[in-house]
């Protein structure tokens, strides 16, 4: 890219087929699993009443929205599984909204699929999945690590 003064766009564009170009043209919004296939709770649902979307949908996690579809936290497996641990049977009289994660890591869905790949392996730990949210924080969709993966990143 650098020899020949490319931007990354170019690059792509000229080697679509490549390992390179593939990671430089692929946007987050071209791997993510769409709004029929997500996770989704409201934050007053009961743990145990979610169990089954929390696994059904193959992401390790529960997308929490409110009633215009804005993101207001996540809850992955390894929550369920702390929780599990210092509530025992009383998680199952717990709320989602009481467990989750309010400041998880997102991604804009016209991000680079790349950057999302980034994103999942930067500290403080790595994580397997980002909720896509647009500039109103409205979900679009979600980003795991074996899409990515799948996709040849």
């Known amino acids: ?16 087929a490549g390992r390179i170009g593939e990671s430089l043209i692929f946007k987050v919004k071209d791997l993510m699993k769409k709004k029929e296939d997500l996770p989704i709770c409201k934050e ?4 145990m ?10 992401c390790g996690c529960l997308l929490i929205v409110d009633n215009n579809f804005r993101l207001l936290g996540t809850f ?9 641990k210092a509530s025992g049977e009383g998680i199952f009289k717990l709320k989602v909204g009481e467990m989750c994660n309010r400041k998880p890591r997102t991604i804009h869905p016209d991000a680079m699929a790349v950057e999302a790949m980034q994103k999942m392996e930067s500290p403080p730990s790595p994580v397997q999945f980002l909720p ?22």
């Open 76 to 84: 992955t497996d390894g929550d369920l599984r702390r929780t599990l």
């Open 132 to 153: 896509v949210i647009d500039d109103e924080n409205l979900v679009s969709g979600i980003i795991t690590l074996h899409g990515l993966v799948s996709a040849g990143l």
């Open 44 to 47: 007053h649902d009961l743990m």
């Open 1 to 16: 890219m650098g020899a020949r003064n490319l931007s990354k766009e170019e690059y792509a564009a000229n080697h679509p």
């Open 49 to 58: 009443n979610q169990l089954v979307e929390l696994t059904s949908k193959a």
